[in-house]
Each structure stands twice: as structure tokens, then as C-alpha cells.
Nanobody, 124 residues
């Protein structure tokens, strides 16, 4: 079992920044990658970014490129998502997720553990 807990969400004005954090605990040794997804009301879950625990390779959705940065701290078992230049369309619940592979990091089916999520609201 792997437990994931997100933190760092909140309300921010457009153009502002937020840093989300995901703390992983439990049987994390077999985990290969971590991802961030988001879901806005009435919309499907959307991939944001992913990172591999071992070599730190990253993968971003087009909507996140140039604005968001994913990073990991292997010693603390945490994965952060730094979000800059936020837009109202970034408003959503952000979930972190854990995967045992790096086959298709943008696909939700690759991930078998999910956190409860943290709300991000960007006002215009």
C-alpha cells in the first residue's frame, strides 16, 4: 500500500504562483514515477506533469510547459509542483498519483495509487 497526501492548494489571483506538495508513505520502494493530474468541475481528469523517482526525467502537458515545474526529493519521498503564471483555467482539484512504470506517464491508467487532492482556485 502507498499513501499519498497533497498539500499547498489555495486561492490565488491570476498571474500568481502556488507550490503543491505530495508526500508519499508506505511501500514506496517499488514506485517508479509520480504524476500530477487535475480535474475541474464538469470536466474530465487531465494530466499535468510526471517525474521518475530514479533519474528525475519529467514529462509535461502542453498546458503546463513553461509555467509548471515538477520536482522530487527522494530522501523525503515528496514530489512538488511549482505553478507560476496561474490562469483561471488552472482552477481544479489537483491529485498526485503513483505508478510502477513509465510506459505512458500522461495516462491515468498507469497510476494505481491516488491522493485525495488539493483545491486550486485562480481568480481573474
Amino acid at each position: 500500500q502507498v499513501q499519498l497526501v497533497e498539500s499547498g492548494g489555495g486561492l490565488v489571483q491570476a498571474g500568481g504562483s502556488l507550490r503543491l506538495s505530495c508526500a508519499a508513505s508506505g511501500r514506496t520502494i517499488s514506485r517508479y514515477a509520480m504524476g500530477w493530474f487535475r480535474q475541474a468541475p464538469g470536466k474530465e481528469r487531465e494530466f499535468v506533469a510526471a517525474i521518475a523517482w530514479t533519474d528525475g526525467r519529467t514529462y509535461y502537458a502542453d498546458s503546463a510547459k513553461g509555467r509548471f515545474t515538477i520536482s522530487r526529493d527522494n530522501a523525503k519521498n515528496t514530489v512538488d509542483l511549482q505553478m507560476n503564471s496561474l490562469k483561471p483555467e488552472d482552477t481544479a482539484i489537483y491529485h498526485c498519483a503513483s505508478s510502477r512504470s513509465w510506459g505512458s506517464p500522461e495516462k491515468a491508467y498507469e497510476y494505481d495509487y491516488w491522493g485525495q487532492g488539493t483545491q486550486v482556485t485562480v481568480s481573474s
